[in-house]
């Protein structure tokens, strides 16, 4: 295992909102993501392979349609593949022999990404385009020590950029938390920023789907800073959503076993675990 200095990645990241800043986007595209930031978490308690069929569908059907509402066809396209991307990965992840085809997926739209943001005047930027190509770069980074130090610090910047758009994007602040939390003190981590990021996103969580994310966030810190029934409480405080037991019994699992679902994650992910030679491209070295 690399030292923890390696672990920028945010495998924690997830995804939703409110309304789209300054209507640099279609309504269109903002439904959609608004609309699937709640059902992801539904999807967590799906059967993989019926989530995967679900996923590619909507993402299907949503493309399909955005030619006729977009009133940014580039940015919302950028925006919808990787909502939908992020979430298949997810259901992916400890899936045998799909790691280097999905990791390329991730590369290919984390520079398009990129490539539509440098494309586009400040002004005329989503904060959902940030959010997500922090979104799909954290997820390129894992594994790889040189990609890590190399977009670590961008991510950090997209997800800030996302919150100077709206103040009330509950879910950049979760990523954000995500980022300090697995990000060492040396460059600009801790457990104290990450509990501010979290804090910040529960004041400003009105939908369910945000809302379990603030509230997982602060169940899992607490159960980090030793707070173990305050952490039970947050824990509580997700079941009542309704949305699905599945990861929250794991959560449950994992604090009953003596770790919380941060570490879980981190070893899920491979954080730390330096990727095999014959899997590396050229930003890896």
Not at 102 to 125: A, W, Y
Not at 214 to 237: C, F, H, W
Request: hydrophobic share 35%; net charge negative.
């Amino acid at each position: 295992m690399k030292e923890r200095i390696f672990s920028f990645i945010l495998i924690f990241s997830l995804f939703g909102g409110l309304l789209s800043a300054e209507n640099v986007i279609s309504d269109y595209t903002t439904d959609k993501v608004e609309e699937f930031v709640t059902y992801r978490v539904v999807l967590k308690s799906v059967k993989d392979d019926i989530a995967y069929d679900t996923i590619l569908k909507m993402k299907e059907e949503a493309l399909a349609e955005l030619p006729k509402h977009a009133l940014d066809f580039e940015q919302e396209e950028c925006i919808l593949e990787s909502l939908y991307l992020t979430e298949f990965y997810e259901h992916s992840l400890t899936a045998s022999g799909n790691q280097k085809e999905l990791r390329r997926q991730m590369k290919n739209q984390m520079k398009k990404n990129m490539t539509c943001i440098d494309n586009h005047k400040e002004k005329n930027i989503s904060e959902w385009l940030y959010q997500f190509t922090a979104d799909v770069t954290s997820y390129y980074m894992t594994r790889s020590v040189a990609a890590t130090f190399f977009y670590g610090m961008k991510v950090k910047g997209y997800y800030e950029k996302a919150i100077e758009i709206n103040k009330n994007r509950a879910s950049s602040y979760v990523c954000l938390g995500n980022w300090c939390f697995y990000a060492p003190r040396l460059f600009g981590g801790g457990l104290k920023k990450a509990q501010k990021h979290y804090e910040s996103a529960e004041a400003c969580a009105e939908i369910d789907g945000e809302k379990y994310l603030a509230y997982i966030s602060m169940s899992q810190i607490n159960y980090e800073n030793k707070n173990k029934e305050t952490a039970k409480e947050y824990l509580e405080k997700a079941i009542a959503l309704d949305l699905g037991r599945k990861d929250l019994d794991l959560i449950a699992r994992c604090n009953e076993k003596g770790y919380s679902y941060f570490q879980y994650l981190r070893n899920r992910s491979g954080i730390d675990e330096e990727m095999a030679e014959d899997e590396k491209d050229e930003e890896d070295k």
